[in-house]
């Protein structure tokens, strides 16, 4: 089993959904898939409405999860830590213990660079727009992660 964390800010935006379409593409015998937010403002609760409004809008339901804060731990539970801009690789890898841990750390973007952007920008202040922008460049980025997997 490859064990699989998307970690963002708030974990109520762009890991849920980073969560959600993930874990359609993989087989789930093989890949499992979870998420968690540097920050603990919204711990225990669903992700953002809106998030779950673009998930439903492209067929993903995500109201099974539930927010959580990244913990040092998860270097030892997971094996891939996908985080969605460079302020989240920042705050993880200052959790890191080791060589090995900072190794599991990624930008999620780096699979396939798309247009030059690193970063999965956070749409928490944005409309609806920013939402479905999010999950264009995480449905992108998880078709190239999945392709590894399966
Ligand atoms: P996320 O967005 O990191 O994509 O979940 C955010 C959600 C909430 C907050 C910040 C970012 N917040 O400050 O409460």
């Not at 708030?10 to 959904?17: K, Y």
């Not at 060589?99 to 930008?107: A, F, Q, R, S, T």
């Not at 944005?126 to 999945?146: P, R, T």
Request: proline share 3%.
């Amino acid at each position: 089993m490859i064990k699989v964390l998307m970690v963002c800010l708030g974990n109520i935006c762009r890991s849920p959904l980073a969560e959600g379409i993930l874990q359609s593409k993989v087989d789930k015998n093989k890949v499992r898939v979870e998420s968690a937010g540097t920050g603990g403002w919204h711990i225990g609760e669903l992700p953002d409405p809106r998030s779950i409004e673009v998930a439903d809008r492209h067929h993903l339901d995500i109201t099974n999860q539930r927010c959580r804060k990244f913990k040092q731990s998860d270097f030892d539970e997971y094996d891939i830590i996908y985080v969605m801009d460079i302020s989240n690789l920042r705050d993880v890898r200052m959790m890191a213990g080791s060589e090995e841990d900072m190794k599991k750390v990624h930008l999620i973007l780096d699979t396939n660079y798309l247009n030059g952007n690193t970063d999965v920008p956070d749409p928490y202040y944005e409309g609806k727009d920013g939402f479905e922008k999010v999950f264009q460049m995480l449905e992108s980025a998880c078709d190239k992660i999945a392709d590894k997997f399966n």
